[in-house]
């Protein structure tokens, strides 16, 4: 397995009640991550359109 496929089996958690630290949180990952779990308090505060989001 390489690096690449490996790295995309990662999953983050999205564990904050702040849209604004979870999209940096995602800016600061970039491609790293292939996968993110958004936490309640997050869905919560943003709203679903920050799951639709321009990702």
Same mark, same amino acid.
């Given at each position: 397995?390489?690096?690449? &496929?490996?790295?995309?089996? +990662? +999953?983050?958690? #999205? ?7 979870? /999209? &940096?949180? @995602?800016?600061? #990952?970039?491609? &790293?991550?292939?996968?993110?779990? @958004?936490?309640? /308090?997050?869905?919560?505060? &943003?709203?679903?359109? #920050? @799951?639709?989001?321009?990702?």
């Amino acid at each position: 397995m390489n690096d690449t &496929a490996s790295d995309r089996r +990662i +999953i983050v958690a #999205l564990d904050f009640d702040d849209r604004y630290a979870a /999209e &940096a949180l @995602v800016a600061r #990952l970039g491609g &790293a991550c292939g996968f993110y779990k @958004v936490g309640l /308090e997050l869905l919560t505060s &943003a709203g679903p359109d #920050l @799951v639709r989001g321009p990702w």
